[in-house]
Structures are given as structure tokens and as C-alpha cells.
């Protein structure tokens, strides 16, 4: 079952047998080397041989006489020395070393080049299994002296014998099942969020481009039918007070309606942003009060302003007085002697029939002569209305007016505690 960690042979089956030929043949011949060197140092520790003796001096014998019979010879006392001469072999001469040439000095760096990469190869697998650290410290002198070699090589003359292959060499599958360390991992940067973080970025993307969409209309300030349309699916706020935001498009019909009518340039953009925000506290009482479904903006100010006299709370004071005149008059006294007490302010007026239905209803219009009416709330106060004469479609009114606190009044003082910012300017 091949490793789980594995690396891509990083030669071919014939170049990686070529590549380890070399190296082993060329390790064989250094171990050859090293042990010649061990055998020169044993040597030199031998001490040398003592010097012959000196040769005995010759002895000539005496003639004798030949006898029939002569005597034995007795044997010497001591032997006679080997007088034979002694040879001393000289030393043979060490041979000259052949100069390389260039293509020699080149193929010998080659291989040693060779030989220092399949070294270097060793050691890491060596240092990798952590079992094999004896193996590794003895590779470290032949490397040195491949590393010396290959620097002689391009200096000196020195042969590089031939390399033989002595070992068997590995197939790539074997070298496969080696399992080398994993290499360290760079720390990635981790872009999983969450639901919540892609949340967060949806939110970010959405208002980033909400906001270029409204840089769009602050800086070319498009008026037309296609600008009109977009802003009516995507808000774009012209006017930010403490009452709310005035959209771009009703500010910019604000600001048309007041030049139309005569506003300097220069006053333009100030009176429409009042303009805005009278027309943001208007929005307000109107929701407060819950007036709706008003055709024009007058008809609009005239039922806010009736709701706004006739609120019980905001003129209690006002409503009190008017009740008052009521009773008075119900006594039988007149009208100045009734509202006299309550500070009333009586008039005498004449209106047609349209002024007086806008103002005072249409129950007015069908009193008679000296009759007066009930207690009516209009947009400036309370009104009891005492008919003097009609004729045709004109009537003399005689009044008694109360004035409350009124829409306009409210409106002045949200305006002067209010704070604006134009975007657009």
C-alpha cells in the first residue's frame, strides 16, 4: 500500500540508474582511496628494518697435497657467514600525472556535481526517518571530499577514475513508498463569516451602493422622468431635520414653487428648506391628529387647523371661555354683555354664501334673521355667529371670536426649535 505522502520521482528510470552508477562507482573508488591512505599512515608507524651485517673478510685456503687417503675435515667451530651481495631495491618512480583537458574538467565537475546532489538527497532522507543519524554523520566526509575533488578538478591536473556501478539501483515505484515529511503549511486566511458575517457583508454592499445612488442625484441633480421613476422605488433624502426627511423630489418642487413666485436665487435654498420642515411638522399633526384624505393642501391646513382649536388639551382655556358666552347667552344676555367677561372679540361682517360655508359651515346659512348659532371651531379659534340681515347671496354676520392656540402657532414654535441639514447644498 503506497504512502500517503508522496513526491514525484524527480528523474526518469534510465537517468536515475546513470545518476546512481555514477554515484556508487564513484563512493567505491573513494572507499578504495581511503583505505590506501590508512595502509600509507600504517606504514609510516612501522619502524624500518635494522642494516645487514658487514660481510666476513675471505679466507684463502692453503694448498694442500692429495693424499690416497686423506683425513676428514673437521667441521668449524662456527659457521661461515652468507658472503653473498645484498640487493636494495630503489624505490619506483611515482608516474607524472596526465594533464586534463577541458572536456575532462568538465565531465569530472559534472559528476561531482552529480554526486553532491545525490549526497544531498541522502542526507534529508536521512534526517527525515530520524533512525539513520550514524548514516548521515558518515556521509559528511565523503561529501567533503567529493566537494574537494570537484574543486581540484578545476585546478589541478588530478585524474577522476571511471565509475563502475556495484549497487542495485531503485525504480521509481520503490522510491514512491519513501514517505517524506509533510512540508509546513502557510497559515490561509480563513474567509468563512457565518451566516451572520455574509449577513453583515449583503448589508454592507447594499448600503454602499444606496449611498453612490444618492451621490448620483446630489451631484448631476437629474429633474427627468426616468429620475423621477427611480426615486420612486429608491428614496433619495434632500432634506434631514429633526421632524423627518424631505424627499429630493418634493424638495425640488418646494424650491420651483418659490422661485414661480418671485424668490430671489440667493434666498432659494433657505426659504424652501423652511419650507421643508413646515411641511414636516404639518405631516406630523396630521398623523397626530389623524386628518387623511384631503384632495389639495388647503383643504388639508383648514381640517389640521379645526382638529388642532378643538384638541380639549392643547385649549382648554379657550373652549372654557366660549362656553361661557354660550351660558351667557342662553340667559338672555347680548352679545357684548356675554363675552365682555371672557374678553371676546365681536365683529360685524358681510360674507357671501361660499365664504360663509368655508368658514362657518352651512348651518349659518340657513339661520334666520336675529337668531344666533351653536359654539362652531374654525382654523383661528371659536365663533358664535348671530345673523343680522341677508340679502340674496350676501349675509351680515354679527360674531363673537375666542382665539385658541392655532396650527400656526405650533408650527412657528416646532420651527424655531428645529434643526436641518440640506444635503444638497
Not at 28 to 35: A, N, P, S, T, W
Not at 56 to 67: D, E, G, N, Y
Not at 104 to 117: G, S, T
Amino acid at each position: 500500500m503506497a504512502a500517503k505522502n508522496t513526491i514525484k520521482p524527480k528523474y526518469t528510470d534510465e537517468e536515475a540508474a546513470a545518476k546512481r552508477a555514477i554515484v556508487l562507482n564513484f563512493l567505491e573508488e573513494e572507499k578504495q582511496r581511503l583505505k590506501e591512505k590508512e595502509k600509507q599512515k600504517e606504514a609510516k608507524k612501522i619502524p624500518p628494518p635494522p642494516p645487514p651485517p658487514p660481510p666476513a673478510p675471505s679466507i684463502t685456503p692453503k694448498p694442500q697435497l692429495i693424499t690416497p687417503n686423506p683425513a676428514p675435515l673437521a667441521p668449524l667451530a662456527t659457521p661461515v657467514a652468507d658472503v653473498s651481495p645484498t640487493f636494495i631495491k630503489a624505490p619506483a618512480a611515482k608516474p607524472k600525472p596526465v594533464p586534463l583537458t577541458a572536456k575532462q574538467k568538465e565531465k569530472n565537475a559534472k559528476d561531482a556535481r552529480v554526486v553532491i546532489d545525490f549526497l544531498e538527497d541522502v542526507e534529508k532522507e536521512a534526517e527525515s526517518k530520524a533512525a539513520i543519524k550514524p548514516a548521515a554523520q558518515a556521509v559528511e566526509p565523503i561529501k567533503k571530499g567529493v566537494a574537494k575533488s570537484a574543486k581540484q578538478s578545476k585546478t589541478s591536473s588530478a585524474l577522476v577514475p571511471p565509475l563502475k556501478p556495484i549497487l542495485p539501483v531503485r525504480s521509481n515505484a520503490e522510491e514512491a513508498k519513501i514517505v517524506l515529511p509533510k512540508p509546513p503549511q502557510r497559515k490561509r486566511l480563513n474567509l468563512d463569516f457565518g451566516p451572520i458575517g455574509y449577513a453583515m457583508a449583503i448589508i454592507v454592499i447594499m448600503f454602499s451602493s444606496y449611498v453612490l445612488f444618492c451621490l448620483t442625484f446630489y451631484t448631476f441633480k437629474p429633474t427627468g422622468r426616468i429620475a423621477r421613476t427611480a426615486a420612486n422605488f429608491v428614496s433619495v433624502p434632500a432634506v434631514i431635520s429633526t421632524y423627518g426627511v424631505i424627499d429630493y423630489f418634493e424638495y425640488y418642487d418646494l424650491r420651483n414653487a418659490l422661485a414661480s413666485k418671485g424668490v430671489a436665487p440667493a434666498e432659494l435654498d433657505a426659504r424652501a428648506t423652511i419650507a421643508s420642515i413646515e411641511w414636516q411638522v404639518v405631516s406630523e399633526l396630521a398623523r397626530f391628529y389623524s386628518v387623511r384624505n384631503k384632495n389639495t393642501a388647503v383643504e388639508l391646513l383648514d381640517a389640521l387647523g379645526k382638529a388642532v382649536v378643538g384638541d380639549p388639551e392643547l385649549n382648554a382655556s379657550a373652549y372654557s371661555s366660549i362656553r361661557k358666552v354660550k351660558n351667557g347667552l342662553t340667559a338672555g344676555q347680548s352679545l357684548e354683555q356675554a363675552s365682555a367677561a371672557e374678553g371676546g372679540n365681536i365683529s360685524t361682517d358681510y360674507y357671501s354664501t361660499a365664504e360663509v360655508s368655508r368658514k362657518f359651515g352651512r348651518t349659518v346659512i340657513s339661520l334666520t334673521n336675529g337668531s344666533r348659532s351653536g359654539i362652531i371651531v374654525a382654523a383661528d379659534g371659536f365663533y358664535i355667529v348671530e345673523m343680522m340681515s341677508r340679502k340674496d347671496n350676501n349675509f351680515e354676520l354679527k360674531t363673537v371670536h375666542i382665539k385658541p392656540k392655532t396650527l400656526t402657532e405650533i408650527v412657528n414654535d416646532k420651527l424655531a426649535k428645529a434643526k436641518a441639514i440640506n444635503l444638497l447644498q
